[in-house]
């Protein structure tokens, strides 16, 4: 076996073999939420083009910094299936299809959303903090910011990369990912790339709450790396 096999082994062999045997029992019914997820977020791209569907989409689920904290909070879940009108949605749906589909399978529905949830409000939240910091400041932002809709589904798809690269040992890939959102914030210095680092901090804090969780005296233990056993229901 040679070198590259042996490491794409090790990084990616535990998640091959889960998806591997979930997809094989299970086929499309493995991923029923990412599915759904796949639907909304079509539904909504058909909707917010028509011109009596853009307002009642942006009511429901865009998400700028300028909204009332309330209505933000109200809108963020609906806001993670509302595709960027500036990018082609075949992107979003690929990216949701695969990333929410690996970890729906890995994790489970309910915490693939939490996940999601915690990486989408860290932007959301991250958005008003950098605005009154204001742009002088390396953590701030321009306040003309205050009126761009937040990012979407790529917030929550990164940070459901990275869980899943620390849940299952595929460090490098999860490196790779912070990375790359840290080189995009270096080139292109805006809204969406602050709020995808943002993201990814929350998720990291939620890696080393559920880290200690599971080094609690007394928990069963399974597995190798993290010493986290996989997550399926």
């Not at 729906?104 to 950098?130: M, S």
């Not at 943002?198 to 597995?223: F, K, L, N, Q, W």
Request: proline share 5%.
């Amino acid at each position: 076996m040679s070198t590259l096999a042996r490491w794409a082994r090790a990084e990616w062999g535990l998640l091959y073999v889960t998806l591997r045997e979930a997809l094989v029992k299970r086929q499309w019914r493995a991923i029923p939420m990412t599915i759904g997820a796949v639907c909304l977020t079509t539904a909504f791209q058909f909707t917010q083009n028509q011109s009596w569907g853009f307002q009642f989409v942006q009511n429901i689920g865009s998400v700028r910094a300028e909204d009332p904290l309330w209505l933000a909070l109200l809108r963020t879940p609906l806001s993670v299936f509302v595709p960027a009108l500036d990018l082609p949605v075949w992107g979003a749906l690929v990216q949701i299809l695969l990333v929410f589909g690996i970890a729906e399978i890995c994790l489970g529905w309910w915490r693939t959303l939490v996940v999601a949830y915690v990486a989408t409000l860290a932007g959301t939240l991250y958005a008003r903090v950098g605005i009154a910091l204001g742009p002088h400041n390396p953590l701030g932002l321009p306040g003309t910011d205050a009126q761009v809709v937040d990012t979407g589904p790529s917030a929550a798809v990164v940070g459901l990369a990275v869980f899943l690269g620390w849940r299952y040992g595929a460090y490098v890939t999860a490196s790779a990912v912070i990375a790359a959102m840290a080189v995009e914030v270096a080139l292109k210095e805006n809204l969406a790339g602050k709020e995808h680092l943002a993201a990814i901090a929350a998720v990291m804090v939620v890696c080393g709450i559920s880290a200690a969780r599971h080094r609690r005296p007394g928990r069963a233990r399974a597995g190798s790396g993290s010493g986290l056993p996989p997550i399926r229901s």
